[in-house]
């Protein structure tokens, strides 16, 4: 194995959790950049907003008024993608027109009373109840018989999306496995019924051993950008007992995922001086009621920014029709990572 080879040949890889390919372009990168690298201008919210539909006491757009809470706080979506009693369809012609029924619960989780603070800026003591959160929404939504899955997720920043600047996440309840879990579910049972082990601890340690794309860890966690990232600064958080949910953290496992998530944060934060836009969330167990040794606790991060805070990279053309495809190898991105401060920019000055 020579992965030196990489480093400016054109060639794909494989993603085994989704068995699908990524081509990976690294000779561009010397490819002459014509558009501005500009810094983004440093936003400063306010702790509270009186207008924030999220903060404590504030009136939300359904009618209903938040409590004075003062750590974290979830809600039923007063715009719910999904409804727990929807009306009945099923519909099927010709095999061709098919639809039916999706059961859902759609919740907000706000991560603390504060209007401007992120998880970066939060200490692990502040985190902890955000893990909390996320454990008793797994245990409470997954505990309903109609519940299949439960897909926590954080949309950040403006570039993704997010309507609100308040850090929040989102919890979706459904009656159905999503694409990726049916996909990842079937990538890592054929995996361990063909290796007899699991992918994601066998991954691990691959990664352990060769610590070229490790980007941070602690006793119990460790993030790394996986060798067959689609996104420029893309990261896969990975537990490092095997466990199938985050209900499964014991205490001192629960501490480190905040750890961790802030180590992580702060580095993405860091590598353009910007509060970094991104998407993630976890992958675990469904909640059918089936047991589900295949399924190992992870988190990925993707985030859309390319070479500035200004610059995001698009999904388009051959990727849109074809497969993804990146320029920066997985192994640069991860030594910019690697090589950022640790103190949040923020707290240098
Ligand atoms: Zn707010
Ligand atoms: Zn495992
Ligand atoms: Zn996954």
Request: glycine content about 4%; charged content about 25%; some cysteine.
């Amino acid at each position: 194995m020579n992965l030196e080879q990489l480093k400016d040949t054109p060639h794909r890889r494989y993603n085994p959790l989704t068995q699908e390919w990524v081509i990976v372009s690294p000779h561009r990168t010397q490819r002459p950049w014509q558009g501005k690298v500009e810094k983004a201008p440093l936003e400063d919210a306010p702790h509270f907003d009186p207008d924030c539909y999220l903060c404590p006491g504030n009136a939300r757009a359904g009618g209903a008024r938040n409590p004075k809470y003062s750590s974290t706080f979830a809600f039923d979506n007063d715009y719910a993608a999904l409804l727990p009693d929807p009306q009945e369809v099923g519909i099927d012609h010709d095999n061709l027109l098919i639809a039916g029924t999706e059961r859902g619960i759609c919740r907000v989780g706000c991560f603390s009373p504060r209007h401007d603070l992120t998880i970066p800026r939060m200490s692990v003591r502040e985190l902890r109840p955000v893990v909390d959160l996320w454990i008793d929404q797994f245990n409470d939504l997954g505990s309903r018989a109609w519940v299949k899955h439960v897909q926590i997720f954080e949309n950040r920043g403006a570039m993704m999306g997010a309507s609100n600047p308040h850090p929040h996440c989102q919890i979706w309840a459904t009656a159905h496995l999503p694409n990726q879990t049916i996909r990842e579910q079937a990538s890592l049972a054929a995996y361990s019924s063909k290796h007899q082990s699991c992918m994601l601890c066998d991954y691990l340690r691959l990664e352990s051993d060769l610590r070229q794309r490790v980007i941070c860890e602690n006793d119990s966690f460790a993030v790394l950008v996986p060798f067959w990232a689609v996104w420029p600064f893309e990261t896969l958080l990975i537990s490092k007992r095997h466990t199938e949910s985050i209900a499964d953290l014991d205490n001192h496992e629960r501490d480190q995922l905040g750890e961790v998530l802030q180590q992580i944060t702060i580095r993405y934060d860091n590598l353009f001086e910007v509060s970094f836009p991104y998407s993630m969330g976890f992958h675990q167990r469904p909640t059918d009621g089936e047991r589900h040794p295949e399924w190992h606790l992870h988190a990925h991060f993707y985030p859309p920014l390319l070479r500035s805070a200004t610059i995001q990279k698009f999904m388009v053309g051959f990727e849109m029709l074809g497969g993804p495809q990146r320029d920066i190898t997985p192994e640069a991105a991860a030594d910019r990572l690697q090589n950022v401060s640790k103190i949040h920019f923020r707290d240098r000055a």
